[in-house]
Each structure stands twice: as structure tokens, then as C-alpha cells.
């Protein structure tokens, strides 16, 4: 006798078997379809004002162009599909949310119409392309209400990450270069006993044995902006409460920086042990460069594990409290 195997469907073939009773059960979905038919075909057609870069009135040809024309900014291809994913992963929870039409919805959705104004008159399409996001939103709040529009937040939030930076990046990366190179240094010559001079963006040995800048390319942002999507999407599907959310994305921040430095460090390490050389194998290494990424994770992994056990703790008190509160009740009915 053999046992049979159980077998379990791919993630494809589940969406396959799945899909068309979700669609099914989605209440007002034609009437979100053709507003956000609408809503797209607007910014296809009055998009995009500026014709620097490419001729074309719609904001979509301008976002992609960005993409393409940015390394750090790629990722936003991938945006709305890892949004969707999300959607599709919390569909159950969806199932219980209170739906109906909310019609304050409009506001919200005249407040982005407002801002692709703006952006269209000024001639500034990445306010243009916050405007659609966020008029995307707003119609989930028009049809759906204002349930749907809580319960949606955290996953439409990670479309902060589409938004192409382009030139405006330097005003993020070069802080964060000075700040990397200013911790680096410092525990350079503090805690790994290797002497090192830091000025400004530049970290170098004073006898002239290695000397690197700390580039633009090497500032963090991509992984920075990595960084807070995990922090983003591990919240999201393993929270329900807001305030862990929160904690996890506003940790992204530093757990990014310190990802980065680590990094420095592995560089000016190698390069004081075994040279310069081997050092800017270090530095062009790829395996290397995933370093950043790793002390983000762990981080994320370790503070979802403490915020899971506080919240089972705080579980366990209050029950606690509930049952003491029962037994004193019962106390005094049988006396």
C-alpha cells in the first residue's frame, strides 16, 4: 500500500478556482469599474502637461518614460501588481466589511481632482500621478464607504512607492549619504579600532591606503524605499491593529540606514584586512551589495515577533481581568 500524496493547488491555480466568485460577490463593482474607466481615461488624455521629456498628453506614457529612465525608480513598475496581491491576500477579511455607497467619498475624490489641477497648470506631473492614486482611493470610499476605505489604507499606501523621484532623489540621498558617512566613520574609529577621516561624503585611511566616496548611487534610497514596502506589506498581513502597523513602517526608516552602513562597513573592514582591491570587490560585488537588506529583515522579523507577543500578553491580562471579574460576580450572587 502506498499513501497518497494530499495535494495542494499552486497560488495561480487557486486565483484560477477562486477569481470568479470573488468577482462574483464584490457588491457596485460596475459602477467602480466605469468610474475608475473614467477616472484612468482623464489622465490618459489630460495627464501629463509638460513635453520636455515626451510628447504625450498622458500621464501614463510620462510615469513609464520615469521608469525606465531610473534605476531607483524601476520598482514602481511593480507597484500596482504587489497592491493587488495584497487585496487578493486579505479577501477573506474583506468579506465582513460593511459596504455602502458614502458619498462624502465625493470630497475626497473633488480634493485629487483639485490636485491634478494644479499639477497640470504648473507643469508638475508627479503631483499629477499623486492625484490619481489618490483619486483611486477616494473612489473606493465613493462606492464602497468609509469601512472600505479604512480597511484598504495600508495596501494604497504602498502606492507612495510609484511615484518616480527622478532628479528630486538628490535631496533625500545626500542626507543620507552625510549620515552614513558620519556613523561610519565614527565607528570605524571607535568600535573597530580602524582609522579612518570622514569629511563630508568622503571616507578615507590616513595613509592614503584606500579613500571612497559615499556616491549617490550608494546613499540608501533604493534601499530605503525596499525597505518600507517590506515593513508595509509584512505590517499589513500579519497586523490588524493600526498602531503595530505604524510602528513597523516608522522602524523602516532607521532599520534602512543601519542596512547601509553595515554595508560601509563591510567595505572599510575589507579594505583595511586585505587591501583596496578587495575592498572594491566588496563594493561591486552582487552578492554584497544584499547586504543592506539583510539587518532590515531581521529587524522586521524580531520587532513583528515582540509586537505579536505584547499583543498576546495584553490578550492573556485581559481575559484575565474578565474571568476575576466574573468570579466576583458570582461571588456575590451566591452570597
Known amino acids: 500500500m502506498t499513501a497518497e500524496k494530499s495535494y495542494r493547488p499552486s497560488i495561480l491555480e487557486e486565483i484560477r478556482d477562486e477569481l470568479p466568485g470573488v468577482w462574483k460577490s464584490i457588491p457596485f463593482k460596475g459602477v467602480f ?5 473614467a477616472w484612468v481615461l482623464l489622465f490618459e488624455f489630460l495627464g501629463n502637461s509638460t513635453f520636455g521629456y515626451i510628447e504625450s498628453h498622458s500621464l501614463f506614457a510620462w510615469t513609464f518614460y520615469s521608469y525606465y529612465s531610473s534605476a ?4 514602481g513598475f ?3 501588481l504587489v497592491v493587488l496581491v495584497l487585496l487578493w491576500w486579505k479577501r477573506k477579511e474583506f468579506n465582513g466589511v ?11 475624490l473633488g480634493g485629487a481632482l483639485l490636485l491634478h489641477v494644479v499639477g497640470y497648470l504648473v507643469q508638475q506631473t508627479r503631483i499629477s500621478i499623486a492625484a490619481f492614486y489618490f483619486g483611486v482611493y477616494a473612489l473606493i470610499g465613493v462606492v464602497w464607504g468609509w469601512h472600505a476605505l479604512k480597511a484598504t489604507f495600508f495596501p494604497m499606501c504602498l502606492f507612495a512607492f510609484a511615484l518616480p523621484l527622478g532628479t528630486i532623489a538628490e535631496t533625500i540621498t545626500f542626507p543620507l549619504r552625510l549620515l552614513a558617512t558620519s556613523i561610519t566613520g565614527t565607528l570605524a574609529n571607535n568600535v573597530f579600532g580602524i582609522q579612518v577621516i570622514h569629511r563630508g561624503t568622503l571616507i578615507y585611511d590616513p595613509s592614503g591606503a584606500f579613500q571612497y566616496e559615499i556616491a549617490a548611487a550608494c546613499g540608501g534610497l533604493r534601499s530605503l524605499t525596499a525597505v518600507l514596502a517590506i515593513c508595509t506589506i509584512f505590517g499589513f498581513m500579519n497586523f490588524k491593529k493600526s498602531r503595530n502597523r ?3 513602517v516608522a ?9 547601509n552602513i553595515s554595508r560601509l562597513m563591510l567595505i572599510i573592514v575589507a579594505s583595511e584586512a586585505f587591501g583596496k582591491e578587495t575592498g572594491q570587490m566588496v563594493h561591486d560585488n552582487t552578492w554584497f551589495s544584499l547586504v543592506p537588506y539583510i539587518p532590515p529583515i531581521v529587524g522586521v522579523v524580531l520587532l513583528g515577533h515582540w509586537l505579536r507577543e505584547r499583543d498576546d500578553q495584553n490578550g492573556v491580562e485581559k481575559d484575565r481581568g474578565d474571568n476575576n471579574m466574573i468570579d466576583s460576580t458570582q461571588l456575590q450572587a451566591t452570597t
Open 98 to 108: 460593511k459596504v455602502q455607497p458614502w458619498w462624502p467619498g465625493l470630497l475626497l
Open 246 to 248: 505604524i510602528i513597523l
Open 72 to 75: 531607483d525608480d524601476e520598482h
Open 251 to 259: 522602524a523602516g526608516i532607521p532599520l534602512a540606514i543601519l542596512g
Open 33 to 37: 469599474v466605469s468610474f475608475l474607466v
Open 78 to 80: 511593480w507597484i500596482p
